[in-house]
T-cell receptor, first 112, second 115 residues
Framework: DQQVKQNSPSLSVQEGRISILNCDYT??????FLWYKKYPAEGPTFLISISSIKDKNEDGRFTVFLNKSAKHLSLHIVPSQPGDSAVYFCAASGNRDDKIIFGKGTRLHILP | DAGVIQSPRHEVTEMGQEVTLRCKPISGHNSLFWYRQTMMRGLELLIYFNNNVPIDDSGMPEDRFSAKMPNASFSTLKIQPSEPRDSAVYFC?????????????FGPGTRLTVT
């Protein structure tokens, strides 16, 4: 049973517009959420995170929103740039555990 | 810092052969993780170590898979015997203990093809 779900395998967005990537989770014990970005032939790299005590965290063009009641988080990229084309993984952790549960990823295409 | 180093980057082998994947974590990191990425299952955790000790191997698919961490700077993931369904990209990641310990640093991966 998938505890972290990314229901959109791919997303295409025009350059300069907002990209919104969504993620749902089922385990209410998760207390830390992360987004990773992956380019082809490379390992995932950490992008941004949010603790369950917050509902928003912003870092430059990237903002993550957390809705605990809905068990939903989203990543907003504004404005979208060509270099943002990659696979984005949503991940979650909890109970002071070191391990992270990843979603299957969403492939983002930024169109010129 | 060189980052997490994995070898080989690509491995092609025949069914039934033994495969050994290698990982050198970032110096000073206390936690090491092995992941497998496939189209069907995404990025799944196989096993992780804290201070060279295996903590959770519940993701290891079966007894054909084994992992060791003999010291803080080296880990191996072995598949014996290998099968075509083991074909995937295998990632190693390391993380420092303590906050923000959840941020893991990934190696470039080993693409394994079993024919």
């Amino acid at each position: 049973d998938q505890q972290v779900k990314q229901n959109s395998p791919s997303l295409s967005v025009q350059e300069g517009r907002i990209s919104i990537l969504n993620c749902d989770y089922t385990n209410s014990m998760f207390d830390y959420f992360l987004w990773y970005k992956k380019y082809p032939a490379e390992g995932p790299t950490f992008l941004i995170s949010i603790s369950s005590i917050k509902d928003k965290n912003e870092d430059g063009r990237f903002t993550v929103f957390l809705n605990k009641s809905a068990k939903h988080l989203s990543l907003h990229i504004v404005p979208s740039q060509p270099g943002d084309s990659a696979v984005y993984f949503c991940a979650a952790s909890g109970n002071r555990d070191d391990k992270i549960i990843f979603g299957k990823g969403t492939r983002l295409h930024i169109l010129p | 810092d060189a980052g997490v180093i994995q070898s080989p980057r690509h491995e092609v082998t025949e069914m039934g052969q033994e495969v050994t994947l290698r990982c050198k974590p970032i110096s000073g990191h206390n936690s090491l993780f092995w992941y497998r990425q496939t189209m069907m299952r995404g990025l799944e955790l196989l096993i992780y170590f804290n201070n060279n000790v295996p903590i959770d191997d519940s993701g290891m698919p079966e007894d054909r898979f084994s992992a060791k961490m003999p010291n803080a700077s080296f880990s191996t993931l072995k598949i014996q015997p290998s099968e075509p369904r083991d074909s995937a990209v295998y990632f190693c990641a390391s993380s420092p203990r303590g906050a923000p310990s959840y941020e893991q640093y990934f190696g470039p991966g080993t693409r394994l093809t079993v024919t």
